[in-house]
């Protein structure tokens, strides 16, 4: 009895589950309309693909290398350049005129220099002036050594 039980139950299950099953599904086109459906869809994304790839392209390199367009990166190196060419120029200038302004100092410092020496040339000092007391000393002495020692002069 009991295994007309297992039976029993097994065979209900079996009907439980071919009876919740769906049916099989049946396509209205063939398999080859699905496929060529397919291929053109792909055929047209392709060539959608392709034209916005193109158009990227030419609008990545016109902002490259355009330098009538004032964004693209050659134009902004461009204007970067000359700015760094120019303050280099200035940068020049300016090196010129302060050498010239140095040049223009160190000149009137060594006439200075040369105008004081020329003025410790010519000016007097103690001992300068003592030799010449002493010079006319000896000049002094010696008329007055000969106008004693010679008899004929008066």
């Known amino acids: 009895m009991r295994r007309l039980q297992m039976v029993a139950i097994g065979a209900a299950s079996c009907v439980c589950v071919l009876a919740v099953t ?18 053109l ?5 392709g060539s959608a693909l392709d034209t916005m790839t193109k158009n990227l392209t030419t609008s990545i390199d016109s902002n490259l290398s355009s330098l009538t367009n004032p964004n693209s990166v050659a134009s902004l190196l461009t204007k970067g350049f000359t700015q760094v060419a120019n303050y ?10 302060l050498m010239d302004a140095q040049d223009a100092a160190m ?48």
């Not at 599904?25 to 080859?32: E, G, H, I, R, V």
């Not at 280099?88 to 005129?97: E, I, L, N, W």
């Open 22 to 39: 769906p049916r099989p599904a049946y396509a209205l086109f063939s398999d080859a309309a699905v496929v060529a459906a397919i291929k």
């Open 88 to 97: 280099a120029k200035a940068q020049v200038g300016a090196q010129s005129q």
């Open 107 to 154: 000149a009137g410092f060594l006439r200075r220099q040369q105008e004081t020496g020329i003025r410790d040339e010519h000016m007097m000092n103690p001992e300068f002036c003592a030799g010449l007391d002493a010079q006319q000393s000896t000049v002094a002495a010696s008329k007055a050594a000969r106008s004693a020692v010679s008899p004929l002069r008066p």
């Open 41 to 45: 869809l792909q055929a047209f994304t």
